[in-house]
């Protein structure tokens, strides 16, 4: 009998463990969706009406759960002005709104999280904050100038990060865009085989 109860609650924790795994894996796919989505809507795409045409999705890594990471957030006491590089030689200007630190691969990384100027005026973006990154893909699996990650303000002293939504800036399919370029502070000295691969 005690073998048995033993054998269902082994179960039923595997059974959860799937269910949550399946559940992470359908709001990836959403993000997919969305993205894709907007790749071919003309009110929103950076893409030509021909590319929009020709445009079959975006290429993706597998998703993989190692990529979700909950980082330590340490929020700035005070506002730090960085100004940001674009691709057309302007400067956009955010502050460094905290620094997340976590661990993969067995390494430890810490990465500053930016926050819009012009954006935070905006209700929409009020709380939005911004990840630009560059990893050991750029240039052969991903796109050159690295990819972003979109945020939220978090309650607490963690953030999530993951890089299953990491998406490329518009100048990796358009030019004519002004792209933030990931600072030398946020490189991941390792490959980041998650979220959105070279554009097509």
């Given at each position: ?104 691969d067995g390494k430890e990384f810490r990465l500053n999280i930016y926050q819009s100027h012009q954006l935070r005026k905006q209700d929409k973006y009020k709380d939005y ?72």
């Amino acid at each position: 009998m005690k073998q048995f109860l033993l054998l269902a609650l082994l179960l039923m924790g595997l059974s959860s463990r799937l269910l949550a795994q399946e559940d992470y894996k359908s709001t990836i796919l959403e993000f997919q969706r969305e993205l894709n989505e907007e790749y071919k809507d003309p009110d929103k795409s950076p893409l030509s009406a021909k590319q929009q045409n020709a445009f079959g999705g975006h290429s993706f890594f597998p998703i993989d759960e190692k990529y979700h990471v909950t980082a330590k957030f340490e929020k700035l006491p005070t506002q730090s002005l960085f100004q940001m590089k674009t691709t057309a030689n302007s400067i956009a200007n955010y502050d460094v709104y905290g620094i997340a630190t976590f661990t993969l691969d067995g390494k430890e990384f810490r990465l500053n999280i930016y926050q819009s100027h012009q954006l935070r005026k905006q209700d929409k973006y009020k709380d939005y904050l911004f990840l630009p990154f560059t990893d050991q893909t750029n240039g052969e699996e991903t796109y050159g100038g690295g990819r972003y990650m979109g945020l939220t303000i978090p309650d607490g002293d963690t953030i999530e990060l993951d890089f299953n939504k990491a998406y490329n800036p518009y100048c990796a399919y358009a030019s004519g865009y002004a792209c933030p370029i990931p600072p030398k502070e946020n490189d991941i000295q390792v490959p980041i085989r998650a979220g959105v691969m070279i554009g097509k």
